[in-house]
């Protein structure tokens, strides 16, 4: 009997202690609680620590701190029919667990709500907007725009989303080689102009130092023909003057460099008479008479 009633005690001892564990639960600080009891809310906990319950009753544990939400990649025609594919992703929290539970009841039926309902609005703001504004400063205020509009379709849920941000907006594969195509070929038309302008700089540049050369050459002939003038001039005067000084001296004077051009050679042969005009020094009496007169 001893060892029955010691089985029976064993057995009350242990279901008194499951009892009294499944009263007991613990909510951390980064988690809120809901107790539920045959499906219906009873009460929300969001203090840290160790609580009591009933033991028919359940322990629905929430997320405090913000979860992310993963929008698929999907193409959006902004306002001037440009495509881009945009890559965003949100992050909210539970703010009303028990509205939560409600309407949502856990995270993954969340996930899958927000998901459609964060991406028509990116693409209902996004396509509002041109492709410019979408790549400009103005993209942060397109965030807070999607962010508020979420919010205002799931203020029923219990959550709230504090940003909404894109990752990426790109132009699509084919958009983006025409872009690039367009982009290389108004290059090389910005590289043309700028070439053609630097040609024309160039050519008046040459065109100009062409005429101040062909200046400073005319002026320096004329300077250089009056200069031959005035030394021919000169040189003239000089000549006059000693022709007048001893005519027959300056008259064989001038035979001789006549000589000396005609005959520049030791084989040189002239067939003329020897009673010609040019060789009349070459005689005595040539050279007597010029002697006699000087």
Known sequence: MSRAVLAVAGIAAIFVIGVLLSCVYTVHQTEQALVVQFGAPQAVVSDPGLHTKLPWQSVQIFEKRLLNLDVPSEEVIAQDKKRLVVDAFARWRIVDPLRFYQ????????????????????RRVLGSQNFAAVLSTKRAQLMRDIRDNVNSDTQNFGIRVADVRIRHADLPAANSQAIYTRMQKEREREASEYRA???EVSQRIRARAERERTVLVAEATRESEILRGQGEGEKTRILADAFGQDPDFFAFYRSMQAYEEALPGDNTTLVLSPNSEFFKYFGSGGASASKGKR
């Open 103 to 122: 309407a949502l009841y856990d995270q993954n039926t969340a996930i899958t709500r927000l998901t459609p309902i964060v991406s028509s609005n990116v």
């Open 197 to 199: 302008e630097g040609e």
